[in-house]
C-alpha cells in the first residue's frame, strides 16, 4: 500500500518545491494539494469539519493547485503530485484538461486527478457552480474533459457544457488519462465512479474502517457487472490516522493508498512534521 502526504499549502506555509523534494527523499508516493480559489467574506455556510462551524484561517490563503503541483513536478523525479482535490464545478472544463493534460506531460505521467464537488455553497456560486445540481455538473465536465483528452478533434454537448469539433493539446501522457478519483461519501459515489471515474477518495476522519471494507466490496460487484476491472478502481484513504497499525489495517481491507496530512505549517516545522511522519508510518515498506 502506498502512502502519500496532504497539506493545505499557503503564501505562509513551507515552499512547495522544499516540501515535494522532502516528500520524495523520504519516501512518500504522493503529494496532494487541495483548492479553495477563494473565500467569500459573508456566507451562511458552516465549516463541516469544525464543531463550531469556523473555517480555518488558512483557507483563506491557499495556493491555486495547479501551478504549485507544476513546480513540484519540476522539482521531483518520482513523486506523484495529486489535486486533492480540484473544485470542478468552479473551472470551465476546457481551461481545466489542458491544465491535467500539461500537468501529465510536465511530470511525465504522475498526475493524480482528485476531484470533488464543493460544499461551500457562496464559494461555488461565486464561481459559477450550480450547487444545487454539482456533481450532474461535476460529471458534466469531466465527460468533456475525456473528450478534449482522447480526441484528435474534440466536441461534447452535454447538459452544462457544449463546444463544437476543437483541437486541444497536449494530450496526457496516461493513456487514456490520469486517474479520476472522487472524493466524498455521498450515497452515489460508487455509481459514479463505476460510470465514470477510475478511484474512491473516502475522509479517514468521516469513515469507518468498516465501512471503507463494505465500500471495497461494492465497488468491485459493480465493476465486474459493468464489465471492469475491479482492480482498475483504487481506493485512497484522505487524512487517514498516523498509526502503522491503522494502516495495516486499511490495507488488509483493499485500500491502494492512505494520506496523512502536514498542517500547514514554516519550513522548519514542516520538515520536522514530516521527517517525525515518516519514522512513524514508513513510507516506502511494504504493509
Request: glycine share 8%; proline share 8%; aromatic share 8%.
Amino acid at each position: 500500500m502506498d502512502i502519500g502526504i496532504i497539506m493545505f499549502v499557503t503564501h505562509q506555509s513551507i515552499d512547495i518545491i522544499t516540501l515535494a523534494q522532502k516528500a520524495e527523499a523520504l519516501g512518500f508516493e504522493s503529494l496532494w494539494i487541495p483548492e479553495h480559489p477563494i473565500i467569500p467574506v459573508h456566507m451562511e455556510t458552516r465549516f463541516p469539519g469544525s464543531p463550531d462551524g469556523k473555517l480555518p484561517e488558512f483557507y483563506k490563503h491557499l495556493v491555486d493547485p495547479f501551478v504549485a503541483l507544476g513546480a513540484a513536478a519540476a522539482a521531483t523525479q518520482k513523486l506523484k503530485i495529486a489535486t486533492g482535490i480540484c473544485l470542478v464545478p468552479e473551472r470551465n472544463p476546457i481551461l481545466l484538461a489542458k491544465e491535467v493534460a500539461t500537468l501529465d506531460l510536465i511530470s511525465k505521467g504522475r498526475f493524480l486527478f482528485g476531484v470533488g464537488a464543493g460544499w461551500l455553497k457562496e464559494e461555488t456560486e461565486i464561481m459559477g457552480g450550480d450547487f444545487e445540481h454539482r456533481w450532474r455538473q461535476t460529471k458534466d465536465a469531466v465527460l468533456a474533459m475525456k473528450a478534449l483528452w482522447t480526441q484528435d478533434e474534440s466536441s461534447y454537448q452535454g447538459s452544462y457544457y457544449k463546444f463544437p469539433p476543437v483541437w486541444c493539446y497536449p494530450k496526457p501522457v496516461q493513456k487514456p488519462h490520469p486517474p479520476v478519483i472522487l472524493g466524498g461519501e455521498a450515497a452515489n459515489v460508487f455509481k459514479r465512479i463505476i460510470e465514470w471515474g477510475d478511484g474512491w477518495l473516502p475522509r479517514g476522519n468521516y469513515i469507518s474502517l468498516e465501512k471503507v471494507a463494505e465500500g471495497r466490496k461494492e465497488l468491485d460487484r459493480l465493476a465486474m457487472a459493468a464489465g471492469r476491472d475491479p482492480k482498475s478502481i483504487s481506493i485512497t484513504i484522505y487524512r487517514a490516522d498516523p498509526d502503522p497499525d491503522s494502516n495495516a489495517r486499511y490495507a488488509e481491507v483493499g485500500v491502494n493508498r492512505v494520506l496523512h496530512l502536514i498542517p500547514s505549517l514554516p519550513e522548519a516545522e514542516a520538515i520536522d512534521a514530516l521527517e517525525k511522519l515518516a519514522a512513524t508510518v514508513k513510507p516506502g515498506t511494504a504493509h
